[in-house]
């Protein structure tokens, strides 16, 4: 099953790790840090060059998404729910 990340991007659901809410960027202070080191270890996409609502983990690359995290994370239980 895939998730619909924005524009023409779809990854693996079973690659998913975190979809994390990036719509006020300002109230996570740890986040600047964390990615400062994960952008070394993993490829970094934007897919929309402006609009980041969400930021979503696989096992080898962050996304930087235009869709907010309560819709991909609805997406992902809906497509999970399928293969039930």
Do not use: C
């Not at 986040?31 to 402006?50: N, P, R, S, T, Y």
């Amino acid at each position: 099953m895939f998730l619909h990340l924005g524009a023409d991007k779809m990854i693996k659901l079973r690659d998913l790790i975190v979809i994390i809410n990036n719509e006020n960027p300002q109230k996570n202070n740890n986040i600047g840090e964390f990615f400062e080191k994960a952008q070394h270890l993993l490829e970094v996409e934007k897919i929309e060059k402006d609009n980041h609502k969400s930021i979503v983990i696989t096992d080898d690359k962050i996304y930087f998404s235009p869709i907010s995290s309560q819709t991909l994370k609805k997406r992902a239980n809906f497509v999970a729910d399928l293969g039930d």
